[in-house]
Structures are given as C-alpha cells and as structure tokens.
C-alpha cells in the first residue's frame, strides 16, 4: 500500500528534535514534494491538568500551552495537503497515569499514545533492579579512592550511564527481558482500561504509537517479543479493535516479530495509522519503508484509521 500520510511528525517544539530547522513551513514543503496527502504533527506532551506521577524534566516544559502554539504556526491555507495537529503523549503503565486529559484532548485533531518509552525508567516501567546492585558495588568501589567521600562516591555511581555499569553487574542476572515483555503487555492491557482515556476515546481518534517497540532496546527486541504468545497478542488486539483505537505502523517495523504481531492484530480487525516518527527533515522519506510492512500484510486503504485515509 503507497503511504499517503504520516501522522507521527516532531518538530523542533519537541525538546528531543535536535534540527532547529523543522520548521512546520518546511516539513509541509516536504511532504508535498514527497506526494503526501495529509499529515499530522504530534510533538511529545504531557497535559499540564495532569499531576506528573513522578518528576519527569522531559515533560517540564512540554506542555499543552507550549506544544499548541504549533496551531498559530500552521498557514491557514495548504494547498493539496491535509495538516492536522495532534500529540504524542505518555501512558506511564508503572502507575496507570495518562498523560492527556479530556479538555485538552479537545484541542486534538488525533493523539498517539506511547506505551513503549521504557527507557524513561522509574516513570514509565521500574528499573532493572541489577542496576542499582551494580551502582552501589560502584560507588564502593569508588569510595575507596583517596578524596573520595562515600556520598560523592554514590552520587557518581547514580549519574554512571547503564552501559559502564557491566563490570559490576551482578553473577545471576534479573530477567529484563521477560520483565520488560510481561510490562509491556500488562501496560497495554491497563492502558485499554484506562478512565482518562475512556473519557474521549469514542470521541477522539486514538492510535497506539510504536506498539511493543521498546526504545533503546536493540537487538533485545527480538527476543522479547518472542516471550509474547500469538495468543498474548490475539487477546490484546481484539480489545484495541473493539474500542476503536489504532496503532501505528512505522519506519522500523519490517522483520518477521512484526509480521507476526501485525498479522494477528489485522486478523483482528485493528485499523492501522502510519507514521515516521521523525524528528529532522532528512527523516521525511522514511515514511515509505513502511510500505515493506504493509505490503506483506496486504493491508489497503480500508485497513486505516477513518481520519487517515485520504
Ligand atoms: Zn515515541
Ligand atoms: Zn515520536
């Protein structure tokens, strides 16, 4: 199926678009070069009516008021293009708390929700416990270099980043990979029951950005999602079919994990949203390596979202 939208755009109003010319005026140029139809920014927020449920300085300053000014930015009139404004907001699963409340879902031509952003830990999913093992073997291994108090030892060991840590990890390793998949499942299940999102999801449409891709899990992927049944995955599906809600196909979903997963989820009559997740404008192509996917789960034109299809 040729890709005609994308409604997973950042641009440089998310703090983690490092391209200060991701201007809406050129991705729009863009998209129209590429043969877009329509296309839907969805830059990272988190509603300020909504009590963080633990300190988040990704968030801080990504708000509701800051991310629409988006809206001023946008000409009134674009030829050829259809450009609707959404968001990409946060569903911690540690703590059942979505970040997007009714009234502010309001202002939301559509809304993608992550359920994936392990890599926040401690706000989105727990930490792998092996870490703070190896942090405080760290730091007592620092604080006994001269000069070295045990406090400033721990707080070096708190700021070490995951990947120096392996020389202290601990000999019997926590299963982070079977922890990570079991949170995965359980977030998406609790997500689908979720009060704030039931309060707009019939309203609203609603897809599930980046479906069981953890970020910054690498190669672990793979094997993670085979910890995931075809039944897991089944039981799943029809829920997010039933309520309407879809999920996006991206750039990185091409292997036989994927097909797997989306082939159940299109046997369960889930509708599909397609977007590139970019963040600078050499990312725009992208779009249409979602067409590998696609193609191979014969999806059409009637296997989207109503307000993708163009
Ligand atoms: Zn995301
Ligand atoms: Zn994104």
Redesign the pocket.
């Known amino acids: 199926m040729k890709a005609y939208h994308d409604v997973h755009i950042h641009n440089y109003l998310s703090s983690c678009s490092n391209d200060s010319g991701a201007t809406v005026e050129r991705y729009i140029e863009g998209a129209r070069q590429l043969g877009l139809k329509l296309m839907g920014f969805a830059n990272h927020t988190w509603d300020e009516s909504i009590p963080f449920p633990a300190p988040s300085g990704f968030y801080s300053r990504q708000s509701m008021a800051f991310q629409m000014q988006i809206k001023a930015q946008i000409p009134q009139d674009v030829p050829g293009i259809k450009v609707l404004v959404g968001a990409?907001t946060e569903y911690c699963g540690m703590y059942d708390v979505l970040g997007m409340g009714k009234e502010a879902a309001e202002q939301l031509d559509f809304l993608l929700i992550?359920h994936t952003?392990v890599h926040m830990r401690g706000f989105v999913m727990p930490a792998n416990p092996d870490f703070a093992v190896a942090r405080r073997a760290l730091a007592e291994r620092l604080s006994t270099a001269e000069g070295i108090t045990p406090e400033y030892a721990a707080l070096l060991a708190s700021k070490a980043p995951e990947d120096s840590l392996e020389p202290f990890m601990p000999a019997e390793r926590f299963d982070f990979v079977g922890f990570t998949a079991d949170f995965m499942v359980k977030s998406l299940r609790s997500l689908l029951e979720n009060e704030t999102l039931n309060s707009y999801a019939d309203r609203l449409p609603v897809s599930v950005?980046?479906p069981f891709q953890p970020?910054n899990f690498g190669k672990l992927r793979h094997a993670m999602l085979e910890r995931i049944s075809s039944n897991t995955f089944g039981e799943l599906f029809e829920t997010v079919a039933a309520r309407g809600i879809g999920l996006e196909i991206n750039p990185h979903t091409g292997n036989d994990d994927d097909f797997r997963m989306f082939s159940i989820a299109k046997e369960c009559g889930c509708k599909f949203t397609l977007g590139s997740?970019m963040h600078t404008r050499a990312e725009a192509p992208d779009i249409f390596k979602t067409e590998v996917l696609t193609a191979r789960l014969g999806l059409t034109e009637y296997d989207l979202m109503d307000f993708v299809r163009v």
């Open positions: 990409e992550s952003h950005a980046h970020v997740d």
